[in-house]
């Protein structure tokens, strides 16, 4: 089996080739190292590699791997669903929160977001496919949404993140980023810079509708 570090390199390049196949600036497309389920042994290898962005979906595994890593310069990106009795805890250990999907939790993450720190960095997580069973605000509630959460002092709004239904054909997985991506275009609301958007089973389809942030997990670290 490659290392994590060859399977790094590979993921860059991948990168790379999907911003130049469809027109986007190079280096624009940031990779977030999605590392759940696995151990800090696994962080520090990506980290060695050159890694500096990582994402957590559960709080206490992430705050144990933080404190395993207490003196790596990492980048903490919460992605996962967020009860409103964890917002203190994002608030203080993470640089950005990606799944948020209320006013009532980023305003709360604005209150507990440590006076010493920058702005927290988030996403508002929209539902796109409009499945049930996912999190994430409609794309009804964006435009509201955004205006209110724009005002809060602590948090520094950037953009949009989305799951999608998965799907195999690559032209099929880009049709709900089209239309988000649309969606955030109308708004017209400044400093909106930001869409994580993509996994490893749709990386190019979400370069190509103009990721600027792909999370990947497997292709990195293997099965979970
Ligand atoms: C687990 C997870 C990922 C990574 O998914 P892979 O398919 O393993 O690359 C990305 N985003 C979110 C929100 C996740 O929960």
Redesign the pocket.
Known sequence: MNSIAQRLKHILTQIRAGERAYNRQPGSVLL?A?S?TKPAEDIAAAYQAGQRHF?E?YLQEALKKQQELGSYDISWHF??PIQSNKTKALATHFAWV??VDSLKIAQRLSAQRPPHLPPLNICL?VNISEEASKSGISLDELPQLCEQIAKLPNLRLRGV?A?PAPQHDIEQQRQPYKKLYQAVAQLGQVGLDTF?F????D?EAAIAEGSTIV???????G??
């Open positions: 977030l999605v759940k994402g979906n992605i996962g990606h799944s997580q993140m799951i994580s993509g996994m490893t089973g990386l999370r990947i997990g497997t292709a990195l670290f099965e979970r």
